[in-house]
């Protein structure tokens, strides 16, 4: 059975940091995408971030210069690192995870007060 969990989430104050994480197990196939996505309050789930089997990486504009994707093969563990929040970036935070078929985890609560 595959599980992705996610960790990392919390309550912090704009200009703060945090790191997210997610752990993917129960899969035995190559993980081509590793990404995070996000969704606010009254909105639609959104691309935040992902990084291919390549390492090549994709950014939403809103998070270019702040977050830093990165994964870890080994561990089919994939980070979110985040700087400077800002209260927009406040949601729930989803990984997900592409092989032959799309994964996603429960989500990660973030909070950024202004």
């Known amino acids: 059975q595959v599980q992705l969990v996610e960790s990392g989430g919390g309550l912090v104050q704009a200009g703060g940091s945090l790191r997210l994480s997610c752990a993917a197990s129960?899969?035995?196939?190559?993980?081509?995408?590793m990404g995070w996505y996000r969704q606010a309050p009254g909105k639609q789930r959104e691309l935040v971030a992902i990084?291919?089997?390549?390492?090549?990486?994709t950014y939403a504009d809103s998070v270019k210069g702040r977050f830093t994707i990165s994964r870890d093969n080994a561990r089919k563990t994939v980070y979110l690192q985040m700087n400077s929040l800002k209260s927009e970036d406040t949601g729930v935070y989803y990984c997900?995870?592409?092989?032959?078929?799309?994964?996603w985890g429960k989500g990660t609560q973030v909070t950024v007060s202004s």
């Open positions: 129960g899969i035995f196939f190559s993980i081509n995408v």
């Open positions: 997900q995870v592409r092989t032959r078929q799309e994964y």
């Open positions: 990084i291919n089997s390549d390492r090549t990486i």
